[in-house]
């Protein structure tokens, strides 16, 4: 057996999870409030294991480098959630979430933690409502839902374009309501640095607080790591400019095990680079693709006449379009998983059908949704022969009340009208499947440190399906780790605090000091964001939406070189002791510049392509991505050697005992 | 584009701060207002000054984190966005452009265009919230119909994201459309009534004693709000409180 | 808790902003019927009327109780204001060195603590002027002169007549004044009546017009020019306040086609227009 155990509980799957929460020790709460447990980060993950552990009891200290917690990204998610709830009858169960995520995951994730998930979904819509999160409703006053990419179902609960915001306002409330009784003491604007261990358990961790820059020391009985996704390795990515993977950077160089480093989702639907000085990509809602149609031009010189501005979209007639997702994939058209519709957006403008001055966008269009919906309308209103603007009117009204605000903020961002004009998209950064490798119970290769939401590795496999990061991180933060941290939490009732005056604090506190002292000493003459873009370009380029052996290894070099320059030439402005934000961010650049690499070291080993993870050298006759089953159905989970340039790789084998693994199709 | 920008610097909570001059050029109208400020902090770190710090995250107008009064208006001239969806084609080439932080005696500075906000989380610590405990044994989210009015009335006011433009734009440096947005939220759905009365009384004895001023319903907070959020939130807190009161 | 917030919480103290306010607008309006009688009634009929008005307005009981209530309202809506005032001028210790709130509210609703300060300046020069003589000066009575021909030829004799309380004249020269305003027999400790004090002739003479008994105002003009300076401001002080006064008891009032808000500024308008133009025409007709 490898190092890496599971702890997937024997027993049938629809049996697994029931059966191991009767088994599970509990605390008893007396003792419970003389436990503490730190969680770093405040988004739908660690903003509901704060909420959920301090009402159970717990005494929570809670982390977040914003100056809210209700900041975290996961506030940006537009679409929706999941569940299987099966209020639209239209044949949703939990065996089908299940499965259509484990299929979406294009076979690369654990099916017993898939299943719990799909289990607990149900219950997060019932305790967010019961939060007073305000979903979308339909007229008799029950929750509406609707389809998201991937699926044939309709099983996804959303509040107009901002359910994560909602979501996350919920946690953040429930989280107001512990910290109002002093269960979670909330430390805002604070950076985790390092994880302390302290005779092979994870008792604390060293934070540097942003406003002082004072280094702080903060023990606890177990660490939560609740800190997101590494999209910005990428320097231009859907995630906020904060966003970083410094927790758990730290935690993997002291033990935790990096998987699947190189599963990233590319998001099909986002506003296209318009600049050298752009500094993010904003996300067009995946929801959009439940009325837009994709498409080019079917011609080359109408395309080229169209980078030139000699044509506009609206010219081309019908038969002179491209819908290029309907013709290549019939049945599920324009909805299918994120990681097909990039990389066909991809090959369109790779052939030269790119639709904007850089070559790098396709259309996204409303008309006939907008003629279809007004149709609609003018039935339902009794109107006996509309005009054609009659008709237009309507429905723009409908699609209005669907998408008003993401049309509203693409035209404040592109200052292009997208009720008379198709959208130009592109794909982009969004998020990053892969992440610590956890246990059945969420805990890392470190004792009592465990890694929840987009921070961990577990189950969206290679590629997530729209509105499934939001159940993940709920369902981790509120049905999960409450639980099994409880098991591991019942060995410290007799514990007593956590002495902070130990060596093993004062140790990292020094190496923490000291790494921050050697980023200020550089004194060079780039600014960290010089670094940071040339890290990305590399990344987008040589471990993208496609990647091969050539380009990895080059990638490989590259970003070493960047490394070692940006050790030699970084500047990095003021002192230690105060608000600095260039040294918040160059600390989180020099993380980056060594995940990248193991990122691409991850992304060279796994020769296969499967989701996110597309390698040039396997693909079907048709330009699919050809997985590999027979060599690589397992999780790469890496360690950290004590050099970055050379991790050692441990596998988990993904043992199917419930569906068949098949070549996946959306046509 | 060639612009004069006239920044508020203050070293720390205790510095006096003053403006400071920077004259900026090639700017694109693609640019969003801060992108032109990390052109302008590149500038600034490449030529050995301090940097200015400035407040932002997510820079797609949801997490609330950005905070700039641009040219006498929270979020600048234009209207339903925040500082990071503003862009430079909103100003014209060799404009004057003044920037400052946010000011009230609730949300001091920081750091230059930085302010402590933690006000706005005592505010919600205090009573915005549905007293529910995480289990799996809530009733199903079915069976309390809403009635669509009511809902998507609550989902208006709660899609307040925390920025404080509100404080920054009302003459009195009020908070009453924040606190007001989340009474809202949670009255009109039935599961935040139970709480309604105490939670309408915290919330706004929190706000009081944090040094918010009171309103004047000039309305500025509305016209500056990047949601858009309504002043018939603020209408109807009032009439929570007053029923609250004489409970 | 509920009890302490009465006074106390911001928004309570919006509650009686929003209360007294509004009661006050009843009083302007009660107030400015009053004075129309001073424009749209004239000769000895005009006089009679407003005299016999004031003199209602000072002494029926009801009445009087209102006007405690109006003291109370304009000196608790002034107090109330002045705290609000200095809270709101804490919540922000230091002012944007540029600001453009032009951009996102209405000129008057950001200076009603001014406005209200001048209003409440003008109140008190008001009612020293006319209140305060009408309740503690003596100022003539309501007197009325006729002429009775003189049958033999030769010059009409003038008869000099007060008005009395129950609406009958009788001759000036029988009685003697007592008390300012009561009429007894000359001699005697008789009281034969009560007259009025003529506020009238009063405003009148204020308002540059001549008025026998009264001192002729050399100020007038400037009397009236503030008069309705003062109007002025107290209709940009309602151009907001109306409104708002009902926004702050819960209704809501946000939108400009909201009735509320069109009839506030209706109100606004017309009161103190119809106010201002009294004392203008009195000074030129």
């Known amino acids: ?27 008893n709460p007396a003792n419970k409030r003389s436990i503490d447990v730190i969680v770093v980060g405040t988004g739908l993950a660690g903003g509901s294991a704060s909420a959920a552990l301090a009402e159970l009891g717990y005494s929570v200290k809670a982390f977040c480098f914003q100056d809210s917690p209700r900041r975290a990204h996961s ?71 609707r389809s998201f990419g991937g699926v044939q179902v309709s099983r996804t609960f959303y509040a107009k374009g901002q359910t994560g915001q909602q979501l996350l306002l919920g946690a953040y409330s429930a989280m107001s309501r512990q910290i109002g009784k002093g269960k979670i003491k909330m430390h805002t604007r604070h950076e985790m640095l390092d994880l302390v261990i302290v005779d092979g358990k994870a008792r604390g961790i060293i934070a540097r607080n942003l406003v002082t820059g004072e280094i702080e020391r903060h023990s606890a009985h177990a660490v ?48 296209p680079v318009s600049g050298d000085h752009q500094s993010k990509l904003t ?17 080359m010189e109408d395309a080229e006449k169209i980078r030139t501005g000699k044509m506009k979209p609206t010219d081309l007639t019908e038969e002179n379009r491209d819908y290029y997702l309907e013709r290549r994939y019939p049945s599920f058209g324009n909805l299918v998983p994120r990681d097909v519709a990039s990389r066909a957006a991809k090959e369109r403008c790779d052939a030269g059908f790119g639709v904007n001055a850089t070559g790098e966008a396709v259309y996204l269009d409303f008309a006939s949704a907008i003629m279809r919906y007004g149709k609609e309308q003018a039935n339902i209103q009794h109107l006996e022969n509309p005009t054609e603007s009659d008709i237009y009117k309507l429905g723009r009204d409908v699609v209005e009340a669907k998408y008003g605000n993401l049309f509203q903020m693409y035209y404040k961002i592109t200052d292009d009208n997208p009720y008379e004009t198709p959208m130009k998209i592109y794909p982009a950064v969004h998020y990053t499947m892969g992440g610590i490798w956890v246990d059945y119970n969420l805990m890392s290769a470190i004792q009592g440190c465990y890694v929840t939401g987009e921070a961990n590795f577990s189950d969206h496999g290679a590629n997530r399906l729209g509105a499934s990061a939001l159940m993940q991180g709920l369902a981790d933060g509120y049905f999960v780790l409450p639980y099994t941290i409880g098991d591991y939490l019942a060995d410290d009732i007799r514990t007593g605090t956590i002495s902070i005056d130990s060596p093993e604090f004062i140790e990292a506190e020094n190496q923490v000091r000291s790494q921050l002292e050697k980023l200020l000493n550089i004194q060079g003459t780039k600014s960290v964001d010089y670094f940071h873009k040339r890290l990305g370009k590399v990344m987008w380029d040589k471990v993208g939406m496609a990647r091969n052996t050539q380009g990895l290894n080059e990638a490989i070099a590259e970003i070493q070189e960047i490394r070692n320059e940006f050790y030699q030439n970084v500047r990095v402005t003021g002192k230690m002791n105060e608000f600095n934000p260039e040294l918040e961010k160059a600390s989180r650049v020099a993380d980056f510049l060594e995940l990248g690499e193991l990122m691409a070291i991850d992304a060279l080993n796994r020769a296969e392509s499967c989701g996110g993870h597309f390698r040039e050298e396997s693909q079907t006759e048709e330009g699919e991505a050809l997985r590999d089953d027979d060599n690589y159905a397992y999780v790469a989970a890496w360690e950290y050697s004590g050099d970055v340039t050379k991790p050692n790789l441990h596998k988990e084998d993904l043992v199917y005992e419930n569906i068949k693994l098949v070549q996946r199709s959306y046509k | 584009m060639k612009l004069t920008l006239k920044i508020w610097r203050q070293k720390g909570p205790n510095d006096k701060g003053q403006m400071v001059t920077y004259p900026i050029d090639n700017i694109d109208g693609d640019m969003s207002f801060l992108e032109m400020m990390d052109v302008l902090n590149n500038q600034l770190i490449e030529s050995g000054d301090d940097p200015i710090a400035f407040d932002h995250d997510c820079r797609e107008g949801i997490c609330g984190m950005c905070s700039l009064y641009i040219n006498g208006e929270a979020h600048g001239p234009d209207r339903g966005v925040t500082t990071c969806q503003l862009h430079m084609r909103k100003f014209s080439d060799g404009e004057t452009i003044y920037i400052e932080p946010w000011r009230a005696k609730a949300f001091p500075v920081i750091k230059d265009l930085v302010v402590d906000r933690s006000s706005f989380d005592r505010i919600m610590a205090s009573g915005g919230f549905v007293s529910v405990n995480t289990s799996g044994n809530t009733v199903d989210a079915n069976a309390i119909p809403v009635p669509k009015a009511d809902a998507d009335n609550a989902f208006e006011a709660a899609t307040c994201i925390g920025c404080g433009a509100c404080v920054a734009s009302c003459k009195n440096a009020s908070a009453m459309l924040f606190v007001s947005a989340k ?14 009365a105490d939670r309408v009384l915290n919330m706004v004895k929190t706000m009081d004693e944090e040094g918010f001023g009171n309103c004047t319903n ?16 603020i209408a109807r807190m009032n009439r929570e409180y007053m029923s609250a009161m004489v409970k | 808790m509920s009890k302490s917030a009465i006074l106390s919480s911001s928004i309570a103290k919006k509650y009686w902003m929003a209360l007294t306010g509004l009661f006050l607008c009843l009083f302007l309006v009660g107030h400015l019927i009053g004075n129309l009688q001073l424009i749209f009634i004239t000769g000895e009929e005009g006089k009679r009327a407003f005299n016999e008005y004031a003199h209602f307005m000072t002494h029926n009981p009801a009445i009087k109780a209102l006007s405690y209530l109006t003291y109370f309202s304009i000196i608790f809506h002034s107090i109330d204001g002045i705290m609000l005032a200095i809270k709101n001028k804490k919540a922000r210790p230091q002012n944007y060195a540029y600001n453009n709130p032009g951009a996102n509210s209405s000129t008057p609703s950001r200076y009603m603590a001014v406005l209200g300060t001048l209003i409440l300046v003008f109140i008190c020069t008001h009612m020293a002027n006319f209140w305060g003589k009408m309740h503690f000066d ?63 002739g009063l405003v009148m003479s204020f308002f540059g017009q001549n008025k026998p008994g009264f001192d002729k105002n050399d100020l007038a003009p400037f009397a009236v020019i503030l008069y309705m300076l003062a109007m002025a401001t107290l209709g940009f002080h309602l151009w907001h306040g109306f409104s708002s006064a009902f926004q702050s008891v819960g209704v809501r009032v946000s939108s400009y086609k909201h009735p509320i808000e069109i009839a506030g500024k209706v109100f606004s308008v017309v009161v103190p227009g119809l106010f201002a133009i009294i004392p203008l025409i009195i000074y030129l007709f």
């Open chain 3, 138 to 200: 003596t100022i003539p009575l309501h007197t009325k002169t006729i002429e009775i021909p003189n049958e033999m030829g030769g010059e009409a004799q003038k008869v000099e007549l007060y008005l009395t309380t129950k609406g009958d004249y009788v001759a000036a020269q029988q009685f003697e004044v007592r008390n300012e305003t009561e009429f007894y027999v000359k001699d005697l400790d008789l009281k034969m009546g009560e007259g009025y004090k003529d506020l009238h």
């Open chain 1, 1 to 27: 057996m490898s190092v890496l155990d599971s702890k997937i509980p024997a027993g049938s799957l629809d049996r697994k999870w029931s059966d191991y929460k009767n088994k599970i020790r509990l605390v």
């Open chain 2, 183 to 196: 009474v809202s939220q949670l009255a009109l759905l039935p599961q935040g009534q139970v709480e309604a």
């Open chain 1, 75 to 145: 506030i940006a998610a537009q679409g929706g959630i999941n569940a299987a709830k099966n209020y639209q009858g239209d044949g949703d169960s939990t065996f089908r979430l299940f499965y259509d995520t484990i299929k979406g995951g294009d076979y690369r994730s654990r099916e017993a933690n898939v299943y719990r998930l799909a289990e607990v979904s149900a219950n997060i819509i019932d305790q967010c409502v019961a939060q007073g999160v305000p979903f979308a409703r339909d007229y008799g006053g029950l929750l509406d839902n």
């Open chain 2, 218 to 233: 000039t309305g500025a907070c509305e016209v500056e709000c990047p949601k858009g959020i309504s002043l018939e939130n």
């Open chain 1, 224 to 271: 939560v790591i609740a800190s997101g996704g590494y999209g910005n390795v990428f320097f231009l990515s859907t995630n906020a400019m904060g966003s970083n993977v410094t927790a758990a950077w730290r935690i993997h160089k002291k033990g935790a095990h990096f998987a699947n480093p190189c599963f990233t989702q590319i998001h099909p639907t986002c506003i």
């Open chain 1, 283 to 299: 996300l067009m809602s995946e929801s959009l693709r439940n009325d837009g149609r994709i498409w080019v031009p079917k011609h």
